[in-house]
């Protein structure tokens, strides 16, 4: 079977949400090529190959691969998708060129393309995340996630997850509840996990995603701690307990969306964590927390991104 390479070549502040038209477009499979994590793989001493179209892209780009089925619907899949970005600006992201290139593709080829693009990495000095196929060996200090990014985001790489990551080590206690708005991959409920919370919910928005986490909470022995919940944000959500912890690393607009919620589920001192806030964004969130009754605990910038930690007051 012949699949259809779609490929978009965007900003890092723009690459989540066009990665995410992809899948609303259907997508078999994306993977997404940020030219600023060139220098981490340099120095990443797990890498002993780099290929050689990464090292040639241009500076503060990023190159979204969406796989698509080579059929009568793929010209009408690319329409959506260029429209769709076309409309990105109006929420305040910055798409770059939006250079659309169609390459065709065996099956056995993009099944296993994407690979060489997804290395082991830290995403805090405490965990490291390793791709299945990968055979990493911790240090003492160090904590493996594993971690199949199949269609879904949050493979470590990225400023916003490295963020919340941080975040986490920082506020996430033995014994806590928390919850993940946008979990995707499932990356940060597993960090939660194995930093000792005894409960975990990760919702996702996305089928796709919701089946993805569960297969890499499984991977990661965390079934017993982390449930998942396909939902909108955290609408109509019921909890018998106070939550001790919220982490969202998602868009402006939807955090701003789920500041009331949270406030509502979370205990008095409890702590929400928010990424995915581009930094001509971060004023305008740091007052939404305040309008909500949220103390600003710490701000951290990675890139062009900002990650806050904020206490419900």
């Not at 793989?41 to 797990?46: D, G, I, R, V």
């Not at 305040?92 to 056995?108: F, M, P, Q, R």
């Not at 490291?128 to 160090?142: F, G, I, L």
């Not at 964004?281 to 991104?305: D, N």
């Amino acid at each position: 079977m012949q699949w259809s390479e779609v490929q978009i070549t965007t900003t890092p502040e723009a690459e989540d949400a066009v990665a995410e038209l992809f899948y609303e477009a259907g997508a078999g499979g994306v993977a997404i090529e940020n030219s600023n994590d060139i220098n981490d793989l340099w120095n990443n001493p797990l890498v002993g190959y780099i290929d050689e179209s990464i090292l040639n892209r241009p500076e503060n780009t990023s190159l979204i691969r969406g796989y698509f089925p080579n059929d009568e619907k793929t010209e009408e899949r690319i329409r959506e998708i260029l429209l769709k970005i076309s409309k990105l600006p109006m929420y305040g992201l910055n798409t770059g060129s939006a250079e659309l290139k169609i390459l065709e593709v065996e099956d056995e080829d993009w099944a296993n393309s994407w690979k060489k693009y997804f290395f082991a990495t830290h995403v805090t000095d405490k965990f490291v995340v390793v791709p299945n196929w990968d055979k990493y060996k911790a240090t003492e200090e160090e904590i493996i996630i594993k971690l199949d990014p199949g269609m879904a985001f949050g493979t470590g790489t990225h400023e916003t997850t490295k963020l919340c990551a941080y975040f986490l080590e920082q506020y996430c206690k033995e014994g806590d509840l928390v919850i993940d708005v946008g979990t995707g991959s499932g990356i940060l409920s597993i960090i939660a996990a194995k930093l000792g919370a005894k409960e975990v919910l990760a919702v996702d928005i996305d089928p796709v995603a919701i089946k993805v986490a569960n297969e890499n909470i499984s991977k990661n022995n965390c079934s017993d701690q982390i449930k998942t919940l396909e939902k909108d944000l955290l609408t109509e959500l019921n909890m018998s307990d106070s939550i001790d912890l919220i982490v969202a690393n998602i868009l402006p607009k939807p955090i701003i969306d789920l500041l009331p919620q949270a406030h509502h589920l979370l205990k008095k001192n409890g702590i929400f964590i928010c990424s995915g806030i581009i930094k001509d964004a971060q004023t305008q969130i740091i007052e939404k927390l305040e309008e909500y009754s949220f103390g600003i605990q710490k701000i951290k910038e990675l890139g062009e991104w900002i990650g806050i930690a904020a206490i419900k007051l």
